[in-house]
């Protein structure tokens, strides 16, 4: 089957739209209510283009393309029909570009810029609403909103929240939790997906940047940082590096011309995640105790659980996630070594994550009255901090990380991947059954970026049945099983975010699945290349516990490390 496109034939597939044929033969169009792989709404217009035989203008994202159709992608009628659409939505939109959040990397302002509206030509009433800041990690601007959708079907489609949706009609439409009150009041879980799909300045990360640089400014705190695996093979896009380079001797060295005082590699705590969480598996399994045993790295799939699935509770891990079992250590055992009072201590985290702005705050995350951790970045964040402080990123001398705390494993550095934390595991596990290694660490089975994966895995008589899954729709369909009767499975992995922490909410907005990939690229090269393979090797784990945790879940573990997780009741 053949189209025409642009006075040439090209050939196309059945049941294929015309957008999916403009984009396999990089024809571009603009768009701004679609999103790949899902189904089109046709809301937005602005892919329109010109059936070359009936003159009329067609959504290319839900038009279905026919054997002999001809049509034209930027003939005169189509460009002023995308300049009258960008013209009416700008007609309604601030015009603070000047000090917008995503001002440089706006999809409306690049599609202002790129049809060449140069001034305002409908003018009328603008709509007002009030900039939502009651969340602990997003802020909401409506105003911004141009209602293109996309956060609305990422949270319902792919994160099965629907904490958000359309409300009211016409020209009073808006975007909006129940009743349009608080984000904070709704069922968000702070994942940060629906920023990654906004085209505008919508919505954004509570920033804590002020909080941060007034501690680095006061001479009486001790500011220390910590970052997770997954940021030194992401933050290399925002500097023009190739998608996946890791830069981890570079962050080091930036972090500390920043001013920060002491950098440690959450990888640390992740592989003490992995002694802890390992321990926690083999007595559940051993004792017979409650399976399966679920992970609880991820915040805003533990904010899920508490909200959708309470019944679960029990069945997840009573480990913090890395970043909180750091910041306990520091504030502790850190803090006796060093001789510093922990109220001294400012610790802050740089995560890839905007939930974990919202886990940092967590009332269940203290210890004596102090925070784990004081403050939260984004990998987005930290990128504005570098280059606030005009560090030459690209050509920083690389330095190493402080110890004790930042000697790492590649297993802990898998964390950043979907599936990373289950390989971790089942390497420590195998030996902790066994007193031998995997002859083979790699656990094929788990690795990759589809959505679920399973596999059974022999260790000595016990056959351990494992499930990975990303993206909480993903989750629900396997929750569900298990409450049907499923109860082949003992160790499950969820993260919130698809692919894992690489997809984090927090990370580079516009990055496409490429750029996913090369990060999970980047991670299991590091694996593949060095040595230290397991958690349970890692010399400084080893001395934590011979010197302050005597061993794991033992009782100061389980009060410096662990927690426990209640039944939220959403409010609206």
Known sequence: MKIEINNKWVETFEEETILEVLKRNNIHVPTLCHIKDMLPTGACRICVVEDADSGKLIPSCSFPVYDGLKVKTHSQKVISSRKTIVELLLSNHPDDCL?????????????SDNLQVRERKIRGNKNHHKLDLSSSSIIRDPEKCILCGRCVRICEEVMEVSAIDFINRGNKTVIGTTFNEGLNTSSCVNCGQCIMVCPT??????????????????PKKQVVVQYAPAISVSIAEDFDFKAGTDVNGKLNAALRAIGFDKVFDTTFSADLTIMEEGTELINRIKNGEKLPLITSCCPAWVKYAEEFYPEFLTNI??????QQMLGAILKSYYAQKNNINPANIYSVAIMPCTAKKFEGQRDEMTNNGYSDVDAVLTTR????????????????????????HGVRSTAGKLFGVSGGVMEAA???????LTGSELLNFKVKSVRGLKGRKEAKIKIDNLELGVAVVSGLANAKILLEEIKNGRDDLHFIEIMACPGGCIGGGGQKINADENALKERMKALYIIDENETLKVSHKNPEVIELYKNFLEEPNSHIAHKLLHTTYKKRDVLL
């Open 99 to 111: 000090y917008c959040v995503r001002n440089g990397n706006c999809e409306l302002q690049s599609l």
């Open 201 to 218: 300045g919508a919505l954004s990360e509570k920033k804590h940047f002020p909080e941060i640089l007034s501690a680095i400014n006061n």
């Open 317 to 322: 891990s009573s480990c913090k996630s890395p």
């Open 381 to 404: 964040e930290l990128s504005e901090l570098i280059k606030t402080f005009g560090i030459d990123f690209k050509n920083i001398e690389p330095e190493l990380t402080d110890s004790p």
């Open 426 to 432: 089942i390497r420590t596990a195998y030996f902790k």
